[in-house]
Nanobody, 124 residues
Framework: QVQLVESGGGLVQAGGSLRLSCEGS????????RAWFRQAAGKDREFVTA????????YYSDSVKDRFTISRDNAKNMVWLQMNSLKSEDTAVYYC?????????????????WGQGTQVTVSS
């Protein structure tokens, strides 16, 4: 059973940075593409970014492109999300997940094994 645990969230001022971490428990960690999603209060969960199994390919939502960077280290079963130039609209619970659909998808239903999430709050 896949278990993902996110950490690193917190309160930060607008313009600041945070680095989120996602640790996976499964032995097959390196086989699958990973992603970050977020869900603001009262809104649907939305795609943020994804990274291929070997870390060589990524794609981002337009709202975070050029500010956020996803990376991974398969030897450590870790995925990270570096968030810079944070804005109040980035406030949300951030989740990591495993891609179960086609590369390039942004649909929530194409991802699974969701972690419990970590809260990011950006004050303006």
């Amino acid at each position: 059973q896949v278990q993902l645990v996110e950490s690193g969230g917190g309160l930060v001022q607008a313009g600041g940075s945070l680095r989120l971490s996602c640790e996976g428990s499964e032995r097959t960690f390196s086989r699958y593409a990973r992603a970050w999603f977020r869900q603001a209060a009262g809104k649907d969960r939305e795609f943020v970014t994804a990274i291929s199994w070997n870390g060589q390919r990524t794609y981002y939502s337009d709202s975070v492109k050029d500010r956020f960077t996803i990376s991974r280290d398969n030897a450590k079963n870790m995925v990270w999300l570096q968030m810079n130039s944070l804005k109040s609209e980035d406030t949300a619970v951030y989740y990591c997940a495993v891609l179960q659909g086609t590369w390039g998808t942004r649909e929530v239903s194409d991802f699974g094994s969701w972690g419990q999430g970590t809260q990011v709050t950006v004050s303006s």
